[in-house]
Nanobody, 126 residues
């Protein structure tokens, strides 16, 4: 049904910026709460940010607050993550995720999200 495809990852130095994109197809993108999660090797998947259907509201993990900005363009069925002042601890595979269209609450739990992309690697060197 819903397919998500992340892009924009890469290898950068500490202090640099990256913008990730998540292209969505299937279903109605504008009706879905979206989120970004990340997973570093040997660690559990962790919440990064979530955004309301309209893009009006967002929540961030404390570790990225003030550095990362989530946004969406519903006319393009695309979710974005602007990452500034990157740190080595940001190194991880980044995943975008979507809730079912009937669920409108933002959530920091991975099990709240029914659809997931394949991930894109972000590596930040010292």
């Amino acid at each position: 049904q819903v397919q998500l495809a992340e892009s924009g990852g890469g290898l950068v130095q500490a202090g640099a910026s990256l913008r990730l994109s998540c292209a969505a197809s299937g279903g109605t993108f504008s009706a879905r709460v979206m989120a970004w999660f990340r997973q570093a090797p040997g660690k559990e998947r962790e919440f990064v940010t979530t955004i309301s259907q309209s893009g009006e509201y967002a929540n961030y993990a404390d570790s990225v607050k003030g550095r990362f900005t989530v946004s969406r363009d519903n006319s393009k069925n695309t979710l974005y993550l602007q990452m500034n002042s990157l740190k080595p601890d940001d190194t991880a595979v980044y995943y975008c995720a979507a809730r079912r269209s009937s669920l409108s609450s933002r959530s920091d739990r991975s099990d709240s999200y029914a659809y997931w992309g394949q991930g894109t690697q972000v590596t930040v060197s010292s």
